[in-house]
């Protein structure tokens, strides 16, 4: 018998809620908590006000935004450059590790915020070295905290996050996961975290420099 017969098989004996359960879903399994979590953080924000530029990436796009825009490597280089115009919540979902040069990027962010805008990122932590082109860093949420700090945001208002567990850190080793229900376990170990995330704010006034 093939695998999709004897798949058929199972869903026509079995339970609908069981067979549910069993589904994989579209997201990984890595990023479940990560989502919930980061979307509750934007929520909160008032999303419907809010001027937002996403890099690398467009899985913020249909959240609701006031304004929404995406820009990408190699097109901008965020360790190179900062855009003239000014957000009030800018994204970078999975993208510092692939970074050469974080802290550049990190104040290239800040240079496009406006005054008490804020800086979502995430990225993972205990995950096997994925290179889109380059894998160069990981952060715990202390380690996270303090770039941004140096990078110009408030330490003490900066919000961090993370989630993870050892089934979840061995099963991707070697694939992504695909998240199924009743097999994966969202219990968070602090000591094993798979992804990392923070929500970081410009101050409203900045010491002048020199």
């Known amino acids: 018998m093939s695998r999709s017969a004897f798949r058929r098989v199972l869903r026509s ?3 609908k809620p069981l067979v549910e359960g069993l589904r994989s879903q579209p997201e990984h399994w890595c990023r479940v908590v990560m989502n919930r979590e980061t979307r ?13 530029l996403e890099i690398s990436g467009e899985h913020w796009k249909g959240f609701g935004f006031g304004s929404y825009r995406s820009v990408g490597y190699p ?9 003239d115009e000014r957000f009030d919540l800018l994204i970078a979902e999975q993208v510092f590790e692939h970074l050469l040069w974080p802290l550049r990027a990190a104040r290239n962010v800040h240079a496009m915020l406006v005054p008490g805008g804020r800086f979502l990122v ?26 941004l700090a140096e990078a110009g945001f408030d330490l003490d208002g900066t919000t961090t996050g993370s989630w993870g567990n050892r089934a979840c850190v061995r099963s991707n080793l070697g694939r992504w996961t695909r998240y199924r229900r ?11 975290p798979v992804v990392v995330w923070a929500l970081a704010t410009r101050p409203e006034e900045e010491p002048e420099s020199g």
Request: proline fraction near 8%.
């Open 13 to 15: 004996v079995l339970p």
């Open 40 to 52: 509750g953080l934007i929520r909160a924000l008032g999303p419907e006000r809010l001027r937002v």
């Open 75 to 83: 097109d901008f280089d965020l360790c190179a450059q900062a855009l």
């Open 122 to 147: 995430t990225t993972p932590f205990l995950l096997r070295v994925h290179r889109s082109p380059v894998d160069c860093s990981r952060w715990t949420e202390t380690g996270l905290r303090h770039l």
């Open 182 to 192: 009743l097999l994966h376990s969202l219990e968070n170990e602090p000591d094993y």
